[in-house]
């Protein structure tokens, strides 16, 4: 359990956002949630309104994001933002947070397995010399909204960093996947493939409140693979 009681907000009424709720309880915190027909256009967001919480956490749409961002931002509240396909706008939010004076933490992906997995696949890189080709296959539930997953990018740009090599990344929809990432690299004499798959929700509720528990009191802006090793 938490030592420091939180009380935060979580925004969105999914699956994971039901998860993150569940979590936070089990942490001892307190925990509002509100769904997109309470929060349209981020008009819930209101200073008024936030001014209790320590930290938002979001996990809505790449639709939604942006403007739920901006608000509370503008209300100088602290984030935790585990929605994907918005990072298009990173550079203009990463400045938003630095005027602002909060903290703010994203991520392509809560997993702690997932943060370990980025590490695992950088090490991988140096096969890219010796000949060896590869590419990038994510599986997720036919409900997600952005493709290629946020993660599939991070790994993309994670090898293409490491090697100078950017892999091609195929997306498939199916069924309630939770998610799964394997990157495959091959030679004329062998193949390795790296698979991460995630069972449960879970694993990304608990990193996104343990980041939320972990930015409270914090000022900047935070990718989640910068935290995870402390959280």
């Not at 997993?111 to 890189?125: D, H």
């Not at 493939?193 to 409270?216: N, P």
Request: net charge neutral.
């Amino acid at each position: 359990m938490s030592t420091n009681r939180l009380k935060l907000l979580v925004l969105g009424r999914g699956k994971t956002g039901a998860m993150v709720a569940d979590v936070a309880h089990e942490r001892g915190h307190q925990v509002r949630v509100i769904g997109a027909g309470e929060n349209p256009n981020a008009s819930w967001l209101i200073p008024d309104n936030l001014r209790s919480f320590d930290t938002v956490i979001d996990f809505t749409t790449p639709h939604a994001v942006v403007a739920n961002i901006e608000a509370c931002l503008h209300a100088h509240q602290n984030m935790v933002v585990g929605t994907t396909g918005w990072y298009g706008e990173i550079d203009r939010v990463r400045q938003a947070v630095e005027r602002a004076g909060t903290g703010f933490v994203f991520g392509t992906n809560f997993s702690y397995g997932v943060n370990l997995f980025f590490q695992i696949v950088q090490a991988a890189a140096p096969a890219f010399l010796h000949g060896y080709r590869g590419d990038i296959t994510e599986r997720h539930h036919v409900h997600k909204k952005d493709a290629p997953s946020g993660t599939a990018l991070a790994i993309q740009r994670a090898l293409e960093q490491a090697a100078g090599t950017r892999l091609d990344i195929t997306s498939e929809r199916e069924g309630d996947i939770t998610g799964t990432h394997t990157v495959e690299l091959t030679s004329a004499g062998d193949r390795i493939v790296l698979t991460h798959e995630a069972k449960s929700r879970r694993t990304f509720a608990e990193g996104a409140v343990l980041a939320a528990e972990w930015i409270a009191g914090r000022q900047g802006f935070f990718d989640f693979k910068d935290v995870f090793g402390h959280v």
